[in-house]
């Protein structure tokens, strides 16, 4: 029995995981009305997830030793438990994207420029998005309002109503 969007359930749920990864990766994407005035709600609250636990990390000291037997001291930054939660929920919300190799971009480079870097959308939300909107939040004194939709006028072909929604 189709649900909303005149699809199963899964499907449904499918299109907006693509879509919501797809927005918070290039902050702007192209779709049909009745779809982003779906998305829209889907992201903004992963976006709120996201703010409230952004800065819940723990620092822990580890002590390793070296070849020769020293103890080395070092600091460990990791996320606390409302982070590592909140993260772990927006992951199963939306899709794993990775870094893509530019064209004429060198393997050592393209190493170089990702890093250790597991999954670059959790990294570029918790660490560009949730602190941009945050410090939004904080000057308008306003939660919300983290996307944007704009209708295109009707899509050749079939004749759908074509939109933009874009992050704020």
């Known amino acids: 029995m189709p649900g909303k969007l005149g699809r199963p359930t899964k ?24 779809r982003a005035k779906e998305l829209q709600p889907y992201v903004e609250k992963l ?8 800065e819940d990390v723990v620092e822990i000291d580890v002590i390793a030793k070296d070849k020769k037997g020293k103890e080395i001291k070092t600091t460990s930054i990791k996320d606390g438990p ?38 670059p959308l959790m990294e570029k939300l918790f660490n560009e998005i949730a ?20 209708l295109l006028g009707q899509r050749r072909g079939d004749g759908a109503e074509s939109a933009v929604i874009e992050l704020v």
């Open 82 to 119: 409302k982070k590592l939660a909140a993260r772990r929920a927006i992951m199963a919300k939306t899709y794993d994207l990775q870094e893509i190799k530019d064209f004429n971009e060198k393997k050592g480079d393209y190493r170089k420029r990702v890093g250790k870097v597991q999954h």
């Open 11 to 34: 499907e449904r749920l499918a299109i907006l995981r693509n879509q919501a990864s797809q927005l918070l990766w290039y902050g702007k994407i192209e779709t049909t009305a009745s």
């Open 131 to 150: 602190p941009k909107y945050a410090a939004r939040k904080e000057e308008l004194g306003q939660g919300g309002g983290y996307t944007r939709i704009y």
């Open 47 to 54: 976006i709120t997830k996201a703010i409230n636990t952004y």
